[in-house]
């Protein structure tokens, strides 16, 4: 889910289990890197792991020229249909740089499994902090400063869903009409294949986004895992967003989906005791906007009018998508295809977001019945 090209910090000695031939890498970089690049990959690099990623694995390359790039390749076991499409993710990035320059340049695509065992491309680095689990170390912490960041934060997503999508040469991404049912019946598939005998089986949460599905409220290219530790920023000031990583969900699609599940990941500071346990971004610190707030200002950029009540349908199916993408990976570490220790956890994680997503449900179920209406989110446009 997460690619990283943050500071050297960040990255670590190799995995043994993730480990590939480096010397190999290097001769095929050499003959196949785009023009540019080519000649400034010399040597065999030094290579390091990112620790984040709980999807695709991410590497960072140095050569002893100074050239820093990225390596993206799926991991080892068991993997979801349609996901860790190396040459589609590369196809998205190659095509969207042009126009939103947030995401990083390409620099190669290779699909022969006798290189590495399996495809990977390589991108540019893009240097700069990434906030995490905290913000980095010298981000401004005054909350005027850190509500700026936020707000940028937000305007990419804004900017994003903006793009021309003919232009970029990424329509064809879209499959027409029916995207959110699309995903709802897409991910309930994925949940039910995924699932483990410790976990809840989210049948009532399924049964109820089947039910309660409104139309798409349309077409744009959506990030699909837009979270705070897939953007970059300037090293000058960390306030400043200068790229936006991971685009191996991307696609076309209703934007309040993207923005639903955006929001599953934010964690404010008001939530209860277990959701702060599974923090993994900084959205609780004193300026940034809380859920509703974030709603709110997308919805005054877009000219999207939407109330609270409609807005539960997306709520609810950001975070059981977040659900069977933690179970997704949990799966793998509970058939041991996989030994990062960080995953150990995920399986609590989805049992508490049933729990949440049944909650959620009950109390927009107990107004329904009240006959009480949620405020309209009103746009300025």
Sequence with gaps: MTTSTATTADARAVRDEDAFDVAALARWLGDHARPGWRERLTGVPVVEQFSGGA?????????????????????????????????????????????????????????????????????????????????????PRDPESVAALCRRVIDLLVDLHEVDIETAGLADLGKGEGYVARQVTGWSARYRAARTRNVGSFERVMAWLDRNQPADRGAVLIHN???????????????????????????????????????????????????????????????????????????????????????VFYEVFGLFRLAGICQQIYHRYYHGQTTNPAFRWFGIAVIALEWRCRRIIRRAEKRRRAGLGGRTVRSTR
């Design 55 to 139: 999807s695709n694995l991410t590497y960072l390359l140095r050569y002893p020229g100074g050239a820093e790039l990225i390596l993206r390749r799926p991991p080892a076991g068991t993997k979801a249909e349609g996901a860790h499409d190396m040459a589609r993710e590369y196809r998205i990035q190659s095509a969207l740089h042009p126009v939103y320059p947030l995401a990083p340049a390409t620099v190669a695509l290779c699909e022969d499994p006798a290189v590495l065992g399996g495809p990977f491309y390589v991108m540019e680095r893009v240097a700069g902090p990434i906030p995490r689990k905290e913000l980095p170390r010298h981000t």
């Design 225 to 311: 895992d837009f979270r705070f530790d897939n953007i970059v920023f300037d090293p000058d000031d960390a306030t400043v967003p200068v790229a936006l990583l991971d685009w191996e969900m991307a696609t076309v699609g209703d934007p309040l989906m993207d923005l639903g599940g955006a929001l599953a990941y934010w964690v404010q500071a008001d939530d209860g005791p277990l959701f702060r346990r599974f923090r993994r971004q900084p959205t609780h610190v004193p300026g940034m906007m809380t859920r509703a707030e974030v709603v709110d200002y997308y919805c005054r950029r877009t000219g999207i009018e939407l109330t609270e009540d409609q807005w």
